[in-house]
Nanobody, 126 residues
């Protein structure tokens, strides 16, 4: 059981950068795989990036490869998403998600995850 809270969203110009963070409660954060998803207005929630329990495996959606980087710090119960070269199409509510797993698998679908944060808004202007 984990409680997730996202932060770091905001308003930026195209080409700019933001760093999102997700703080998790509990003493078992290190045995959870983590993911970032986003949902734009009028669209379904989509996978952005995922990371396995110890950070050894990561995977990013094609739309953000080379621009976004997911990382985690288990000592601080935190997962981060560094977003560079932002585009207007990156505008969305970004959600942090967790599922208990100690495998190398990076989960990429909404139904894979059991716990979700409340979301943080990212808006990229032209």
């Amino acid at each position: 059981q984990v409680q997730l809270e996202e932060s770091g969203g905001g308003l930026v110009q195209a080409g700019g950068s933001l760093r999102l963070s997700c703080a998790a409660s509990g003493r078992t954060f290190s045995v959870y795989a983590m993911g970032w998803f986003r949902q734009a207005q009028g669209k379904e929630r989509e996978f952005v990036a995922g990371i396995n329990w110890n950070g050894g495996m990561t995977y990013s959606a094609h739309s953000v490869k080379g621009r976004f980087t997911i990382s985690r710090d288990n000592a601080k119960n935190m997962v981060n998403l560094q977003m560079n070269s932002l585009k207007p199409e990156d505008t969305a509510v970004y959600y942090c998600a967790a599922v208990r797993s100690v495998s190398v698998v990076v989960f990429t679908t909404v139904n894979d995850y059991d716990y979700w944060g409340q979301g943080t808004q990212v808006t990229v202007s032209s």
